[in-house]
């Protein structure tokens, strides 16, 4: 039956105006489009070598007791967590996927009477997460494409200068989805000093296992610095584990206390809890990732040096190219070719592409489709 009602109208304001989030797209969806297979996924910024073995050990016997609630404190999760990078167990709050850390942080610090504040180019979670809730959003413009360091990078000072008296949270996240681009240690410890004590900060370290240089900042660090800091990390990247959803946020007891009063009681499930835990402890898969990515981000290098495809500067997992024209036909044309890599028209780069780095093999099949698909 056709409904009178307009439930647009009612809805919330913020939500009025919300634009929902869009994903990289399924394997299976190409598949049921165009009736193709042996498709290639370089659009979420997955792990191309799969979840930690200990992790797929450790649900199989998490299977064993599904009828029972998990943990709702993740009590051991959160320990290893806490051992692994010295911290105590009152500092970590659990979520499903860090999003859900980052719509805790929303819900818990901002209402239609603050703001928030984020750079351009930023991840696209933050403006969901602060309009769900009424709050206002303040974007800071980012370098501009010309800058010889960090093009497209957040910058810092005019995210300062965008904190006034009612901005609750400031969110970065470092390195930069979908830029790649991240900012040094000397200077997010400076904005971190000059930031008014009751201004959150959120340093949103996704993909922070995945570089390679002892000189870049590790924002866990500053937790004992900064009582107003809160660090977000999640399981969906290098440890290979999106399926499931867990990631977390690391901050004082304080913050973590108010995270909690919001948190749903089980929102990260058992299977989730133990893989997570397993996959913690394997340093083995993980270095093996992290050097994956590093000779995948050297062979994409130099096939941009070769083509003449300018890229953004990045230390992630995902490269993002300048096509120099508009990149949705690129796009559709390279899905055709059964690759499926992420427009990001929505983040107003509408000529780039972010392309996941995946195995050798991976690359050098997404390298030609793209050669093909921009020659035709
Ligand atoms: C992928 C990503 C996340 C992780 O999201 P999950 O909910 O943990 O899967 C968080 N922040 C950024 C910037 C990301 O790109």
């Not at 010889?148 to 930069?176: C, S």
């Not at 240089?213 to 610095?225: G, Q, R, S, V, Y």
């Amino acid at each position: 039956m056709q409904s009178t009602v307009d439930f647009k109208k009612l809805a919330v304001t913020g939500v009025q105006a919300l634009h929902p989030y869009q994903p990289g797209k399924p394997i299976e969806e190409l598949e049921r489009e165009l009736g193709i297979s042996n498709i290639l996924k370089l659009a979420s910024n997955e792990n191309p070598l799969g979840a930690s073995p200990n992790a797929q050990a450790a649900i199989a016997a998490a299977l064993k007791t599904l009828e029972l609630y998990p943990d709702g404190s993740g009590y051991q999760l959160k320990a290893a967590i806490a051992d692994k990078f010295g911290l105590q167990n009152a500092q970590i709050t659990l979520g499903n996927g860090s999003n859900d850390v980052l719509e805790l942080i929303a819900r818990a610090f901002l209402d239609n009477s603050r703001a928030a504040v984020f750079s351009e180019y930023a991840f696209a979670v933050y403006p969901i997460v602060i309009q769900a809730v009424g709050a206002e959003l303040r974007v800071a413009k980012a370098n501009p494409p010309e800058h010889d360091t960090m093009p497209y990078g957040h910058n810092l000072a005019n995210i300062a200068a965008k904190i006034t008296d009612n901005t609750r949270v400031v969110f970065i996240a470092n390195p930069n989805n979908p830029t790649g681009t991240w900012l040094s240690k000397a200077d997010l410890h400076a904005f971190l000093q000059r930031v008014p004590s009751d201004v959150i900060v959120v340093i949103d370290e996704a993909y922070t296992e995945y570089v390679n240089d002892p000189t870049f900042p590790n924002a866990l660090a500053w937790l004992a610095e900064f009582p107003n800091l809160i660090v977000t990390r999640t399981f969906s990247k290098i440890y290979g584990l999106a399926g499931l959803r867990v990631g977390y946020a690391a901050s004082g007891a304080d913050i973590a206390d108010m995270l909690n009063r919001v948190r749903q009681p089980f929102n990260v499930n058992s299977l989730a809890l133990a893989a997570a835990q397993a996959a913690l402890g394997d340093e083995a898969f993980l270095q093996q990732s992290v050097a994956t990515n590093a000779a995948g981000l050297q062979q994409w290098f130099a096939a941009c040096a070769e083509n003449g495809w300018e890229y953004i500067p990045t230390v992630g997992n995902f490269i993002t190219v300048n096509m120099k024209r508009p990149a949705a036909p690129l796009y559709d044309a390279l899905l055709r070719e059964g690759v499926i890599v992420r427009p990001i028209g929505g983040y107003g780069l509408p000529q780039h592409l972010r392309i996941t780095i995946g195995t050798e093999t991976q690359n050098d099949r997404c390298i030609k489709a793209l050669q093909k698909v921009l020659s035709a």
